[in-house]
T-cell receptor
Framework: EPEVTQTPSHQVTQMGQEVILRCVPI?????FYWYRQILGQKVEFLVS????????KSEIFDDQFSVERPDGSNFTLKIRSTKLEDSAMYFC???????????FGPGTRLTVL | KQEVTQIPAALSVPEGENLVLNCSFT??????LQWFRQDPGKGLTSLLL?????REQTSGRLNASLDKSSGRSTLYIAASQPGDSATYLC???????????FGKGNQVVVIP
């Protein structure tokens, strides 16, 4: 069964450094999402992406964040200057249609020191 | 803003008992509702998706109901097994949005 994959599984970085989290969506899916989950808290929506542009973003997704599909297959989340409060599990999700099931990847655990 | 609440936050049941997990949401204008399973430190596994026009969905031992007008969904797991131990998350897709709004989860332990 096709799966969403994410790399790396764990990223440790120093405050102020840039990080790029990578996702490989399920091949025929058109809608892509990033969510995050701070330890002990709810899963929170960050951004949705369709047709090579952001279709929706939350108030969390400020100028420090960006997304792109650099090669038509990978879907990346970049955090330009990480803060301690960016430490969380980041999940990529994809879906075939806008109201269909969202399939989540295993997540990248980001630790900012 | 859509708020999703899950009760109880945690529960333990002996193996073989049926599980009943509750989810409530504040705005009934939704496209669909999705139930996920999350194991510790792991990703989210989709269990069931109920569209707003549906009343329930079933998959094996799992059954999820949706009462949109009252803002409630219930996940039933029949004849629980130790392997069902996990956190179960409810998420709604509000109308006019791409995002899922999540509850905090029901943490379940099934005791052998």
């Amino acid at each position: 069964e096709p799966e969403v994959t994410q790399t790396p599984s764990h990223q440790v970085t120093q405050m102020g450094q840039e990080v790029i989290l990578r996702c490989v969506p399920i091949s025929n899916h058109l809608y892509f999402y990033w969510y995050r989950q701070i330890l002990g808290q709810k899963v929170e929506f960050l951004v949705s992406f369709y047709n090579n542009e952001i279709s929706e973003k939350s108030e969390i997704f400020d100028d420090q964040f960006s997304v792109e599909r650099p090669d038509g297959s990978n879907f990346t989340l970049k955090i330009r200057s990480t803060k301690l409060e960016d430490s969380a599990m980041y999940f990529c999700a994809t879906g075939p249609g806008s109201t269909d099931t969202q399939y989540f990847g295993p997540g990248t655990r980001l630790t900012v020191l | 803003k859509q708020e999703v609440t899950q009760i109880p936050a945690a529960l333990s049941v002996p193996e073989g008992e049926n599980l009943v997990l509750n989810c409530s949401f504040t705005d009934s204008a939704i496209y669909n509702l999705q139930w996920f399973r999350q194991d510790p430190g792991k990703g989210l596994t989709s269990l069931l998706l109920i569209q707003s026009s549906q009343r329930e969905q079933t998959s094996g031992r799992l059954n999820a109901s949706l009462d949109k007008s009252s803002g409630r969904s219930t996940l039933y797991i029949a004849a629980s097994q130790p392997g069902d131990s996990a956190t179960y998350l409810c998420a709604v897709r509000p109308r006019g949005n791409n995002r899922l709004a999540f509850g905090k989860g029901n943490q379940v332990v099934v005791i052998p």
